[in-house]
């Protein structure tokens, strides 16, 4: 087995060019399927275990969602960010 040591500041540096790198091979449509998630991942962000809830988010338009298909029903992850952010309250 060979051990490879590398400094701390070259480590970070490598690992900074790699993520880099694999950024640039990703295409768009990949990137486009990690916008949007489905229901499970939606409420887990939440951290709501009712889908009523999540159907009344998305009917007073407070998330936003894509509807593709009839029954597929696809919500945008950054929208549930904003809702979350907006919905904090600061710490006394």
């Not at 887990?44 to 894509?66: A, M, V």
């Amino acid at each position: 087995m060979e051990v490879i040591c590398v400094e701390e500041k070259a480590f970070y540096k490598l690992i900074d060019k790699v993520i880099g790198y694999v950024d640039e091979k990703l295409t768009k449509q990949q990137k486009a399927q990690w916008k949007w998630i489905n229901e499970v991942e939606a409420m887990r962000l939440l951290n709501i275990k009712s889908k009523t809830t999540l159907q009344e988010l998305r009917n007073n338009g407070k998330i936003r969602f894509s509807q593709p298909k009839k029954r597929i029903i696809l919500y945008d992850k950054n929208s549930i960010f904003e809702y979350l952010e907006k919905n904090a309250r600061e710490v006394f």
